[in-house]
């Protein structure tokens, strides 16, 4: 069984986004910096070439961005309702959330809460319209499972 450290989720930072922005950024310059080149020497036929590829390549990188923004959006909210469960779970039962680890990534009915100082065990149980939650504190059995902690702690 795996579970996520409170720190892990908060920190998860999307880098591939932050990676393609920065190359995006990097094509983008040099395409600039190329064409100032070619502005100024227009017989030189290399710095064209060159803006063209470098334009081209910072297209391909915005649609690889719009194609993944929609999933990247939808990660960072289920990760965030993840996170204000866990500092909620905290602020009830007096215990800091960087102390919580927990089961998924994505908040859902039957989540398990774990508190990784003292091996407490919560189920988080949501209510029919998802407006709110219920957690309970379970005595977990677990035979011949290992519990794997992703994030430290």
Known sequence: MTFYTYTYLKDQN????????TILTVLLIAAFIVFLRYFR???A????????????????MIGFQFQ???ALK????NNNNVLGILTKIGKRNHVSPKDLQTNTTTA???MLVRNGKTHQYYRVLYNDDQ?????????LQLTNT??????GN
């Open 45 to 60: 036929v290399k710095y064209r070439d060159l803006t063209v590829i470098f334009l081209i390549a910072s297209l391909l």
């Open 68 to 70: 993944s923004f929609s």
């Open 108 to 110: 859902s009915d039957s």
């Open 131 to 139: 407006s709110g939650f219920l957690t309970e504190k379970i005595n």
């Open 74 to 77: 939808s990660s960072r909210n």
């Open 41 to 43: 020497n227009r017989t």
């Open 14 to 21: 999307f880098t591939i986004s932050y990676i393609r922005l």
């Open 146 to 151: 290992q519990v794997k902690v992703v994030g």
